[in-house]
């Protein structure tokens, strides 16, 4: 009876043992499980700043850059109350408008009247959404709107909406300082909502680092004719939204129609977007030691840089200062803004 009774007592014992083995596996699954889904739960962003159309008339949140043209252009930027007066910087039908002077005509080589606006407040990191109704293009014309440190490169940059002259495609760059090795890590751009993609623009420039005598930065080209100037304005604007985090930064930009439902309820949730149009992966580069006390900043240019280079071969008429001699040239370059919001 005793191997018996033995044999019994021991299944017993293995099948206890099996049995709090089985409990033990299904609680650690339950809380892998937890933390699956805890990671998985898409971060919740706290709306911090909301600029509508007033706001930037308000110089307690944007300063209006009255300086010499810093890209060497025929632009004359007013102050608030110079622009105001000019018809150049209004509220009209909640949105704010921000314009370059189409109405008189220059002597060769005169500098044309415009604005440029600079957020009072900075940032470090955030999820930053524009709405556009239009946005300023033509010939001679030099849109952007952008973030930037302080003592430019050191602080860093980043161009969210540039182009020039008549190119409908928009360019997206990051700049780091001189003394940076950041890099913007490439992989193979798909279309489609791949998990594989980092992105869907196309890759211009790798290296990060800029100076006074190279500054082309690390840059996309968004490969939508809808993305920028005229192309962009014919299908009613767009919002642009970039998220800057321990990640990197990424940019998106949707077609009025196809602005998530999420931005419009004011609960955006970037996880649920599709695969931005650009990303500089953390992967490359020590953001946070490279990018910080960024203010925002919209501009029109006229001429300049990179304007007047792309110029002979843009497709628009005469010489750049036979252009900009033109007020009818300059009936459309022009913002028109919705809102901008910056989340955190």
């Known amino acids: ?29 339950h809380t892998q499980n937890a933390r699956d889904v805890r990671a998985r739960s898409p971060k919740q962003y706290t709306l911090v700043d909301h600029y509508s159309a007033q706001h930037f008339m308000n110089e307690s949140h944007w300063s209006y850059f009255t300086s010499a043209d810093p890209t ?12 105001s007066k000019a018809g150049l910087a209004y509220v009209q039908n909640g949105q704010a408008i921000l314009a370059v002077d189409s109405k008189n005509d220059l002597p060769l080589g005169a500098e044309r009247d415009s604005v440029r606006i600079t957020s009072t407040k900075a940032y470090n990191g955030g999820l930053f959404i524009a709405d556009f109704a239009a946005m300023a293009h033509g010939c001679a014309v030099w849109p952007a709107y952008w ?9 860093g940059e980043i161009d969210i909406i540039e182009s020039v002259n008549l190119h409908v495609m928009n360019q997206y ?14 992989n193979t751009p798909t279309t489609s909502a791949s998990s594989s993609a980092l992105y869907t623009g196309t890759v211009m420039d790798t290296e990060c680092k800029s100076s006074e005598g190279s500054n082309a930065g690390c840059s996309f080209l968004d490969p939508r004719n809808t993305s920028f100037g005229h192309g962009f304005n014919m299908a009613g604007g767009g919002v642009f939204a970039h998220l800057w985090d321990d990640a990197g930064v990424k940019m998106w930009y949707f077609e009025r129609q196809s602005v998530p439902q999420d931005i419009h309820n004011g609960q955006p949730d970037p996880s649920s977007w599709p695969t931005p149009v650009a990303f500089w992966s953390s992967l490359g580069c020590d953001f946070a030691s490279h990018l910080h006390n960024h203010h925002l900043v919209i501009n029109t240019a006229l ?17 750049l200062s036979d252009q900009i001699t033109k007020g009818k040239n300059f009936v459309y370059a022009k913002w028109m803004i919705n809102y901008i919001a910056v989340y955190k």
């Not at 060497?72 to 622009?83: I, N, P």
């Not at 973030?147 to 602080?155: A, K, L, M, S, Y």
Request: proline share 6%.
């Open 173 to 186: 760059t990051l700049h780091t300082g001189p003394g940076s090795d950041c890099v913007l890590v490439k």
């Open 303 to 319: 001429g300049g840089g990179w304007a007047s280079s792309d110029y002979p071969n843009s497709g628009c008429p005469g010489t």
């Open 147 to 155: 973030t930037v440190g302080e003592h430019w490169p050191n602080g």
């Open 72 to 83: 060497g252009g025929q632009t004359k930027y007013l102050s608030h109350a110079d622009a």
């Open 1 to 29: 009876m005793r191997p018996l009774i033995s044999a019994i007592l021991l299944a017993s014992a293995s099948l206890a043992v099996a049995a709090n083995t089985d409990k033990a596996f299904v609680r650690a699954r």
